[in-house]
C-alpha cells in the first residue's frame, strides 16, 4: 500500500506563494501518475495538478498557470509550486495516486489578509 505525507501548507496572504511537498512509500513511485488534490469543507477532493509518470502534466482550469506539479523520481516525491494565490484557493491539499486510493493527512493552506 502506497503511503502519503504532505507538508508545507500554511498561511499565507493573497499573491504570495508555497510550496508543497509529499514523501512516499510503498510500491515502485516511478510508474505511479500521480496528483496533486484539494478538499473544500464539505466537498469531495477535486483533483487540481496531476503528473504522469512519464513526466506529462495537467491542470484543473482554476490554477492554469499559477501552479506548478513536479516529481522527483530519485526521492519518491512530488512538490507542487503555488503562486499568486487566492483566497479561493484555501483549502486542504493531498497528493495520491491519479485516480486516488488512500488518502494522507493532508496539509492546510489558508490564504487569507
Known amino acids: 500500500q502506497v503511503k502519503f505525507v504532505e507538508s508545507g501548507g500554511g498561511l499565507v496572504n493573497p499573491g504570495e506563494s508555497l510550496i508543497l511537498s509529499c514523501a512516499t512509500s510503498?510500491?515502485?513511485?516511478?510508474?505511479?501518475?500521480m496528483g496533486w488534490y484539494r478538499q473544500h469543507p464539505g466537498l469531495l477532493p477535486e483533483l487540481v495538478a496531476g503528473?504522469?509518470?512519464?513526466?506529462?502534466?495537467r491542470y484543473a482550469n482554476s490554477v492554469k498557470g499559477r501552479f506548478t506539479i513536479s516529481r522527483d523520481n530519485t526521492k519518491n516525491t512530488v512538490s507542487l509550486q503555488m503562486n499568486n494565490l487566492k483566497s479561493e484557493d484555501t483549502a486542504v491539499y493531498y497528493c495520491?495516486?491519479?485516480?486516488?486510493?488512500?488518502w494522507g493527512q493532508g496539509t492546510q493552506v489558508t490564504v487569507s489578509s
Open positions: 510503498g510500491g515502485l513511485f516511478s510508474t505511479y501518475d
Open positions: 503528473i504522469r509518470s512519464g513526466g506529462n502534466t
Open positions: 495520491n495516486l491519479d485516480p486516488p486510493r488512500n
